[in-house]
């Protein structure tokens, strides 16, 4: 396949569809849903009525069947608007619809992923415990099997949608003794008898999102409902992760846009010393840096959509897309706030929420230490993938639904 740096007339005109829906139904309304930490469930009806709720799931599976970048694309364009409903796609397509199309048998697919794809059941993922977050292996819930089914007991914290979504991917001991391959990935109805939820209060961002706690009293799961198989757990969590990560890493590209339009505008309006603050070579110097990071980050991203869309690994570029982009996004944030001066310390601009948005994908789905290591481990060769059981299937470009 050559190289290609262009975008197809598709995704042109999926990523004008976004935009136009993020300024016009996400812009006016966000600093007010920030302010009160309000999460509006329309949002998510109205992507389903785009057909953004499963942009790269096959048609086949109730999704559009576009590419990955298409998937990138989404996400750029939403985090634009706000980090909270790029977390959410994260989570739904990212982290869940795509474990089920790697992972799950074709009943599953059919029962669960067709109706996320659609839009009509919201999914997400339950791996982060009060006691385990980058250490996953020390994670407490166990999945004791009884009979026809498996019974779950436990607690998961920091959640995103947690009291929104229908399903869950769920990860659990099946045999604490076989360390990290005795863990195993369920998923989970909302509805299962035991299942409750709790909104986390008093977040430093992505406050017009929804964020929690999960709580597991004898949820009787059905063995049908074991995604992969039993021990299979810890590799499907981290695929999800390859999937997840490129999702962050697409976000933080549209965070940065996000940074530099505001910026670039400000630099227009405010005047000191008798010339506009973009004449002086210190404010450039962030203006330059931010653009350096939009770049060099979407470069990054577009690879990792380029080997998914042929079906190859990308554990080692979506981790490294992912930590890149993100601090680059925390960086852009920073300066944007410096840009404005007194002014950015203020809501009355956009940028403050960008800042404290930009903290949170910095600590999720790896932090900057663990990335930072995942490198290292690679190029030190202390670190290889071992061939996965299922791979996420490469993008079949004669199923486009347009
Ligand atoms: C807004 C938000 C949404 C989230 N959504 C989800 C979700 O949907 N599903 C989910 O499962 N989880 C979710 N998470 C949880 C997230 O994935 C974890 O917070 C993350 O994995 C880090 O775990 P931790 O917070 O327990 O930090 P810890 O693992 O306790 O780390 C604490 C600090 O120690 C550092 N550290 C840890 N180990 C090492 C090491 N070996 N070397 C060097 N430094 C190290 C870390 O980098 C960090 O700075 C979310 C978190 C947030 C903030």
């Not at 799931?57 to 608007?81: F, K, Q």
């Not at 430093?204 to 039993?230: H, M, Q, Y």
């Amino acid at each position: 396949m050559m190289m290609n740096f262009d975008f197809t007339p598709e995704q042109e005109m999926l990523r004008s569809t976004v935009r136009k829906f993020v300024d016009k139904e996400i812009m006016p309304y966000i600093k007010e849903w920030d302010e009160r930490g309000y999460f509006d469930p329309n949002i998510f009806k109205r992507l389903a009525e785009l057909n953004l709720m499963g942009v790269c799931i096959p048609e086949e599976y109730g999704g559009m069947g576009m590419d990955y970048n298409s998937l990138a694309i989404v996400c750029e364009e939403l985090e634009r608007g706000d980090t909270a409903f790029r977390t959410a796609v994260s989570v739904h397509t990212g982290l869940n619809s795509l474990t089920l199309l790697q992972w799950g048998t074709e009943e599953q697919k059919q029962k669960y992923l067709v109706p996320q794809a659609k839009g009509e059941k919201i999914g997400a993922f339950g791996l982060t415990e009060p006691n385990a977050g980058s250490d996953v292996a020390s994670i407490s819930t166990t999945a004791v099997r009884d009979g026809d089914y498996y019974i779950l007991n436990g607690q998961k914290t920091w959640i995103s949608l947690c009291d929104i979504a229908d399903h869950f991917i769920v990860f659990a001991y099946t045999d604490k003794s076989k360390k990290h391959r005795g863990i195993s990935a369920f998923i989970v109805e909302r509805t299962m008898p035991g299942f409750s939820s709790k909104a986390i209060k008093g977040k430093l961002g992505i406050r017009a999102g929804n964020t929690g706690e999960l709580f597991f009293d004898n949820v009787r799961v059905p063995k049908e409902n074991l995604l992969g198989k039993e021990g299979e757990g810890f590799k499907i969590a981290m695929s999800a992760l390859d999937n997840g990560r490129f999702t962050v890493a697409a976000g933080a590209v549209g965070l940065i846009m996000a940074c530099l339009e505001a910026s670039v505008k400000y630099c227009h309006e405010r005047k000191t010393f008798g010339k506009e603050i973009g004449r002086h070579q210190l404010v450039q110097q962030m203006i330059a840096r931010m653009e350096a990071g939009l770049q060099i980050s979407r470069l990054l991203v577009y690879k990792v959509g380029f080997l998914k869309n042929q079906g190859r690994r990308t554990t080692r570029e979506a981790s490294l897309a992912k930590w890149i982009a993100c601090d680059f996004a925390n960086q852009a944030a920073d300066d944007a706030v410096q840009i404005h001066g007194a002014y950015g310390y203020s809501n009355e601009y956009p940028v403050e929420r960008y800042l404290r948005n930009s903290k949170a994908p910095v600590i999720y789905e790896g932090t900057r230490e663990i990335h930072t290591i995942i490198q290292a481990e690679y190029v030190l060769g202390y670190r290889q993938d071992k061939p996965l059981r299922k791979m996420l299937p490469p993008w079949n470009p004669d199923s486009v639904k347009l």
